[in-house]
T-cell receptor, first 110, second 112 residues
Framework: DQQVKQNSPSLSVQEGRISILNCDYTNSMFDYFLWYKKYPAEGPTFLIS?????DKNEDGRFTVFLNKSAKHLSLHIVPSQPGDSAVYFC?????????FGAGTRLTVKP | DGGITQSPKYLFRKEGQNVTLSCEQNLNHDAMYWYRQDPGQGLRLIYY???????QKGDIAEGYSVSREKKESFPLTVTSAQKNPTAFYLCASRNQPLGGYTFGSGTRLTVV
């Protein structure tokens, strides 16, 4: 039962362009959403989050959008940089239960 | 600096052996978690603990055991009953109730 889905296993963009990573969820009780970034052989690091009472949260080059009616979450990175190349996990939380998507591998080409 | 320390970084186990993965945090976080990551899959929850001396099974607890005798420590034992233990294991902690997770650097376990 995959409650959080990232349907694109990989994404490749040119440096300077926008990267858009998508995430869908099925549980309407999720009230907090997060994006994590992960490099190989390391633990994920927190990137940005959004509460269900908001529809947008911005932090520098990173913006997370939440569409509750569509149960859809997206992460925008602009401008993309080669150092952004990593696996990005979407996560959704309800109380003490956090579910992760399978991840999207982002490659930013110079 | 506060953080989570997982050790060892790489671990090899013979079939039929139990192994214990260490996780220590000095963040004073109440809750601690163990996740497993396999290629092409998200992080799957093995066990979690919200307070000392208490823990609950996650989605894939079979073949694993944990203890939480101290707030700072949450070791995970991979038993011989775990049929496919080769994976990357991540420990995490967070402050209740809505704090973000802090992850350790992971332990890669390989069964040889």
């Amino acid at each position: 039962d995959q409650q959080v889905k990232q349907n694109s296993p990989s994404l490749s963009v040119q440096e300077g362009r926008i990267s858009i990573l998508n995430c869908d969820y099925t549980n309407s009780m999720f009230d907090y959403f997060l994006w994590y970034k992960k490099y190989p052989a390391e633990g994920p690091t927190f990137l940005i989050s959004i509460s269900s009472i908001k529809d947008k949260n911005e932090d520098g080059r990173f913006t997370v959008f939440l569409n509750k009616s569509a149960k859809h979450l997206s992460l925008h990175i602009v401008p993309s940089q080669p150092g952004d190349s990593a696996v990005y996990f979407c996560a959704a939380s309800e109380d003490n239960d956090m579910r992760f998507g399978a991840g999207t591998r982002l490659t930013v080409k110079p | 600096d506060g953080g989570i320390t997982q050790s060892p970084k790489y671990l090899f186990r013979k079939e039929g052996q139990n192994v214990t993965l260490s996780c220590e945090q000095n963040l004073n976080h109440d809750a601690m978690y163990w996740y497993r990551q396999d290629p092409g899959q998200g992080l799957r929850l093995i066990y979690y603990s919200q307070i000392v001396n208490d823990f609950q099974k996650g989605d894939i607890a079979e073949g694993y055991s944990v203890s939480r005798e101290k707030k700072e420590s949450f070791p995970l034992t991979v038993t011989s009953a775990q049929k496919n233990p080769t994976a990357f294991y991540l420990c995490a902690s967070r402050n209740q109730p809505l704090g973000g997770y802090t992850f350790g650097s992971g332990t890669r376990l390989t069964v040889v």
